[in-house]
């Protein structure tokens, strides 16, 4: 396992280094981070996941099943939380994914070596950039074993608050706003 940190200060680094193989110091930016852990990476397939959440039991060999038929994949994911709403808006997210094929970064998106060009180097969206750009390859494998991510933000910034954001900043993304006006708007 490669942990990839964008300069934090949190001890970060220190922790990741007694659980993981490697940490890598990138640049900030989660797109940054990722495509700098796998340049590192020796495997035949590719994870990523964010450092709040966790994979299902059998993750690799899910994974690596997925991977003989499909270039490219994802978990169903569920959002740990005290709101209720987050149980909704996890599968809300899933069912978006399987109708889309696009993936986000929550649910732990994996793919093959061969066909991995990195993500777009993008403040924000880079996920959906990705997705749109391995969906010329085919749709992507829809796991439904879930991934558990983190509500720690949903909550802080107000769940119905954050679905309307994330709304109003992936339709500004498909109506062509720039990534970096859009990770601003995300940040505030």
Not at 117 to 141: H, N, T, V, Y
């Amino acid at each position: 396992m490669i942990v990839a940190d964008g300069g934090s200060s949190d001890g970060t680094v220190e922790l990741a280094a007694q659980l993981c193989d490697r940490v890598v110091a990138a640049p900030r930016g989660r797109a940054r981070q990722m495509n700098a852990a796998a340049r590192l990476a020796r495997g035949d397939a590719l994870l990523f996941l964010h450092a709040d959440s966790f994979l299902p039991e059998r993750a690799d060999a899910l994974v690596l099943a997925a991977l003989r038929t499909h270039a490219w994949g994802r978990f169903d994911v569920v959002i740990d939380g005290r709101a209720p709403l987050l149980a909704l808006i996890g599968c809300a997210m899933n069912v978006r994914s399987r109708l889309s094929g696009i993936a986000t970064g929550d649910q732990a998106i994996f793919v093959r070596r061969d066909v991995f060009a990195g993500f777009p180097e993008i403040a924000l969206m880079e996920d959906i950039a990705f997705s749109k750009r391995m969906k010329r390859l085919g749709r992507p494998a829809c796991l439904s074993a879930k991934v558990r991510t983190s509500g720690r933000r949903w909550e802080s910034r107000g769940v119905l608050r954050t679905v309307g954001l994330m709304w109003r900043l992936r339709l500004a993304y498909f109506l062509g706003a720039h990534p970096d006006d859009l990770a601003r708007r995300y940040e505030r």
